[in-house]
């Protein structure tokens, strides 16, 4: 039997996830959830259903017009009785509270930008559908996020770090019983994310036969499902190709022969775990940076755009489908571009 691939064992694993968020929620959730199955990937779903269920649990017990009814009992019709002050309300509750489980949850201006726009969506579909005719969420101005700085390594950090990986510096005595053993693994994960700059669940998809060394690239999946090549350098290459010799030693348990990077239980590695091991050796080069794959990723998209200049590449090779997106994350980058541009036209010959 062929072995699923990882994104369609995840997809999977998401659908049944995304079963069981909706079952407690209105019956009409079903019809915007399939509506916007071509349109989202599974993961982005899930995100909405976590979404919807904290707004319909607001309403159900922090509403008093829906005190009375049920989460499953709350129609479209009393969705369209909610005036634009009930949404801002909601948005106000979400800084702070308790959730069923009587857990304390907060949420910074990001994550209730975030549900805002998941009940934009939910009311958008509908309205659009002709189910409400009016749209109180479209209403509500979305919260303004302060600019954050990048948090990125720099050059001489990554050269370090690097080191640090290869020979196990700074890592404590019970730490360094497992670098014996995943060093080079760890080498190729740590050099491939920081050479190429794919997401961490790209590289955790990976199979043995997605790397092409004939052509020096890598196919992954991007978000979506489109699947796209990658190209790496020879630092990247060599990194591969000594954890290649050492991969085609080990037998991986079954359901798991094809993963190219190998938990030490011989599973496909997760994503908490390169989670975690970006952690750890991050953390023997700096303290004052809390770095993530995700960090490592905002890395080589500095790197390749102090180089090249060209954010239109930059886009490309990060895989964002919309330039405006990269241009916020490197707006100092430009500003630095634009600096260096004032001394390269002279006026007057010396």
Known sequence: MTELSYHKQEDMKNTMKLRELIRDLPPYTRDFFRGIEQLTSSRTRIAYAYDLRVFFQYL?????????????QITLTDLESLKPVDIE?????LKVYSSAEKKVNSNETQAIKRKLASLRSFYKYFYKKEMITYDPAALVAMPRLRDKNIVRLDADEVSELLDHVDSGARLSDKQLQFHEKTRVRDLAIMTLLLGTGIRVSE?????????????????????????????FGDEVEEALL?????????????????????????????????ENLVKKYTQTVTVSKKITPHKLRSTYGTNLYRETGDIYLVADVLGHSDVNTTKKHYAALEDEQRRMARDKVRLRRD
Do not use: W
């Open 60 to 72: 159900h017990t922090n509403n008093s017009v829906f005190s009375g009814k049920e989460v499953a």
């Open 89 to 93: 309300e909601y948005m106000e509750y």
């Open 203 to 231: 590289c955790v998809g990976l199979n043995i036969h997605d790397v092409d060394f004939k052509n020096t690239g890598i196919s992954i999946h991007r978000k979506g499902g489109k699947e796209v090549t990658v190209y």
């Open 242 to 274: 000594d954890y290649m010799a050492e991969r085609n030693t080990l037998t991986a348990v079954s359901g798991h022969e094809e993963a190219l990077f190998l938990s030490s239980q011989k599973k496909r590695i997760s994503v908490r775990a390169v």
